[in-house]
């Protein structure tokens, strides 16, 4: 379960704003990736909370306004296909999580990551794998991006019904690709994702 233990590390080192950073979206063939920044009040404890992969939708939805409420500050930002096409998808999650900490209304002078890489920040950061299960920052982050994806996910299947997106989220199924073949890719496509289509 999460804790504050990563969080209290940093503020016993005297930084005075720690922020968790989390992503959606890297592995799906289409959409923008979706990266969160929280600043949560110290101890805070909202029931529940914990990595989004573990929780039913139902539940992220309703901790997805929770965490909004009681947060110190929160900033939700994206990369879009195109630049994902054209830095690639790690680089493009890096831009998305920088645009969120970029975007809290209260400046962060420290960030928990999740994973192991940490590029271009301008604030001292430390990475966390499996940080959404170990940091409540993270697990806070988590859940809005992951929420925030599912959501442009249930207004791309609107736009773009023949690929039911919502179902899938994205992820190359088999009968995901099976309708980009059929269909040929849509403009929200990650082109440098669709390398199926040469086989």
Do not use: W
Not at 82 to 105: G, K, Y
Request: charged residues 30%; hydrophobic residues 40%.
């Amino acid at each position: 379960m999460p804790s504050f233990e990563y969080e209290e590390k940093h503020y016993a080192e005297g930084f005075t704003a720690v922020c968790g950073l989390d992503e959606a979206g890297r592995g799906p063939l289409c959409g923008p990736v979706v990266a969160a920044a929280v600043i949560l009040p110290r101890g805070l404890k909202i029931e529940g909370l914990n990595d989004s992969k573990k929780l039913t939708e139902k539940k992220r939805e309703a901790l997805f306004d929770i965490i909004k409420e009681k947060a110190i500050a929160y900033a939700i930002a994206e990369a879009s296909p195109a630049e994902i096409d054209e830095i690639n998808i790690l680089n493009a999650s890096m831009l998305a999580m920088r645009r969120a900490v970029e975007a809290l209304p209260v400046k962060a002078d420290f960030a928990l990551i999740d994973g192991n890489c940490s590029r271009g920040f301008d604030i001292p950061t430390e990475t966390v794998v499996k940080g959404d299960s170990k940091s409540y920052s993270i697990a806070a982050a988590s859940i809005l991006a992951k929420v925030t994806r599912d959501r442009q996910c249930a207004e791309l299947d609107r736009q773009y019904p023949e690929y039911d997106i919502a179902k899938h989220k994205g992820y190359p199924t088999k009968d995901h690709m099976d309708a980009v073949r059929k269909y040929g890719p849509a403009p929200i496509y990650r082109k440098s994702f669709l390398k199926f289509l040469d086989k």
